[in-house]
């Protein structure tokens, strides 16, 4: 019987949790911005191989917390408000690669050469179940923080171990480098992030006890 009432929509939990799902799952003029700005930043640090510049990116990215929201709908079985947070992840995907490629192709003009690929690059194109497993324990700390006031700033820290930014400028940067292998490796390891954190929040969820009374 309990296993089914963590499944069951109670008033409370919406009530508790609505803040965040409203704070993080729309999509926002902040939103896009710090989209736009830490794209522009990895792409960057990316092309110049420089790994300090490309987590400086991934400290204002804001992608990481629409995946709880989606997550978090799912659990307490509020489908209708998926619309807001699947949007939200879609359109940021987007920018983010075509902000990306962008970059790419700026620097094309600006060296008057193709872009080569870096070490940094090359690194974000090898996909590997160890990168969802990264993923997966990203998923279950960033939600434990999602739900958490007091330690709600730390999903920024999260945000850059499970690092969704670089394989979506990467891919960005092999449309601006005509590299289409590294293109298609760059999104498995971007897809292998998103389900690796939407499993892991999913878990945390039901271990934090939503669908029941967590406010104690």
């Given at each position: 019987n309990t296993m089914f009432n963590i499944f069951s929509p109670s008033a409370r939990i919406r009530s508790h949790a609505g803040k965040q799902l409203e704070k993080y799952s729309s999509p926002s003029k902040d939103f896009f911005t710090l989209i736009i700005l830490s794209s522009a930043i990895v792409s960057l640090?990316?092309?110049?191989?420089?790994?300090?510049?490309?987590?400086?990116?991934?400290?204002?990215?804001?992608?990481?917390?629409?995946i709880f929201g989606f997550s978090l709908n799912i659990l307490i079985l509020r489908f209708r408000e998926l619309g807001k947070p699947l949007l939200s992840i879609l359109l940021g995907t987007m920018s983010a690669v075509i902000i990306s490629a962008l970059i790419g192709y700026l620097a094309n003009f600006i060296d008057g050469s193709s872009l080569k690929a870096t070490n940094e690059i090359i690194s974000r194109v090898q996909p590997d179940i160890f990168y969802f497993l990264v993923a997966f324990f990203s998923g279950l700390a960033g939600s434990y923080a999602y739900v958490s006031e007091k330690i709600s700033a730390s999903v920024t820290g999260?945000?850059?171990?499970?690092?969704?930014?670089?394989?979506?400028?990467?891919?960005?940067?092999?449309?601006?480098?005509?590299?289409?292998?590294?293109?298609e490796s760059?999104?498995?390891l971007y897809l292998l992030n998103l389900i690796g954190i939407f499993f892991g929040s999913i878990i945390m969820f039901i271990i934090l006890g939503f669908g029941q009374d967590i406010e104690n």
């Open positions: 640090g990316l092309i110049l191989n420089n790994s300090a510049i490309i987590i400086g990116g991934m400290l204002v990215a804001p992608l990481i917390t629409p999260i945000a850059i171990s499970v690092a969704l930014i670089p394989p979506l400028a990467v891919a960005g940067l092999s449309i601006a480098m005509q590299n289409w292998n590294h293109l760059s999104l498995i």
